[in-house]
């Protein structure tokens, strides 16, 4: 061990297998083959004398001295990233903020969130990203994300060192086209009975409250359509193909972009929204002006 000397090429593999849990994602960021990850892994397992990984069903899971060199590695590479960041902020480039929004998160919501960054006083490049959120919290394990803005906190049995910032929650305002809304208001929220409804994706966190709340007020309303993105729900909604929902924070948004009625609201049903980080405390300024702004004017 006393001769021991690290290939910095071997350690970044593992670094980012151990970020994403599995070689196949970890392959995908990096552009190389499983294999050719495999075979780099064992030679540093090789190399330091130990496993670092152990398997649990699909997962690599680290082992206690995986658990050890993952730490020292994380630290180093992401002072080299603050690094290269720093350095090229001395040399007048524009600051990158690297955004993943989670595909269920709504867009007006997604973009009401990220406005401050245009008002921010130092001029930066907002990239944004969407994709299901389990991809994404792959991508900001390695620091290709900044943050991810997510309807979820970060599921603890994955395997990513990532830290849950909520950012406020709202309650759920229904819409639809003039025409329909003006027939559904009056009994609200008893008309939605037999009624067309544009859902969620099935599994999403909001489609399963709006599930319990629609058996607990015994409606059944009429499945028309269900989505994954929820702006092309709401585009079905503007041609009053049926009723859809959103966050009451951007009712108002809703109302001037679609040219829909608000048929009625519930606070029974409350969806919460959170920036997701690789940072237990938030440093990065851009992101820390997000995460104020949302809690004390957008959730307020």
Not at 182 to 209: H, I, T, V, Y
Not at 260 to 287: C, L, N, Q, W
Request: net charge negative; hydrophobic share 40%; charged share 20%.
């Amino acid at each position: 061990m006393n001769n021991l000397r690290f290939n910095l090429k071997h350690l970044r593999y593992f670094w980012t297998v151990a970020g994403c849990g599995t070689i196949t994602e970890a392959a995908e960021i990096l552009c190389l083959t499983p294999q050719t990850i495999s075979g780099q892994l064992r030679e540093l397992e090789q190399q330091i004398g130990t496993r670092l990984f152990r398997k649990e069903g699909r997962n690599l899971v680290l082992t206690d001295t995986g658990q050890t060199v993952f730490s020292y590695a994380d630290e180093m590479f992401s002072i080299g990233l603050e690094l290269q960041d720093l350095l090229a902020g001395n040399h007048g480039t524009i600051e990158n903020l690297k955004v993943g929004v989670a595909m269920v998160v709504p867009k007006l919501l997604a973009y009401r969130v990220l406005e401050p960054v245009f008002q921010y006083s130092q001029p930066v490049q907002l990239l944004c990203h969407e994709a299901p959120l389990v991809d994404l919290l792959a991508e900001l394990a390695v620091h290709k994300l900044d943050m991810v803005i997510a309807d979820s906190p970060i599921n603890p049995t994955l395997n990513v060192k990532a830290y849950n910032h909520l950012l406020g929650e709202s309650s759920i305002s229904f819409f639809a086209t003039p025409e329909l809304a003006s027939q559904l208001k009056e009994d609200f929220p008893n008309s939605l009975d037999q009624s067309p409804m544009l859902m969620p994706s099935n599994g999403s966190n909001l489609r399963r409250e709006l599930d319990r709340w629609f058996d607990r007020q015994q409606i059944r309303p009429v499945m028309a359509a269900e989505f994954d993105d929820r702006a092309l729900m709401k585009a079905f909604g503007e041609r009053g193909t049926g009723v859809f929902s959103s966050p009451t924070a951007v009712e108002q948004d809703v109302l001037d972009k679609y040219g829909v009625e608000v048929i009625g609201r519930t606070d029974e049903v409350m969806e919460r929204f959170y920036v997701i980080s690789a940072e237990r405390k938030i440093k990065h300024p851009a992101v820390s002006l997000i995460t104020e702004n949302a809690r004390n004017a957008l959730f307020a």
